[in-house]
């Protein structure tokens, strides 16, 4: 049972280190091109 219990961790580890390596660009780009300009605009205007 604990070897049954241990490959299911190490599944749902390797499926969350998958779904952080796939959404990572996807972070990246909404940090580059929508929160930059955001914060852009307030240092600008000051």
Known sequence: MSQN???KQ???RAVNIT???CLA???LFLVIFIAYPIV???VMSR
């Open 19 to 21: 779904a952080a390596v």
């Open 40 to 42: 852009d605009s307030f």
């Open 10 to 12: 190490a599944r749902e």
């Open 5 to 7: 219990n241990s490959l």
């Open 25 to 27: 660009p996807a972070i």
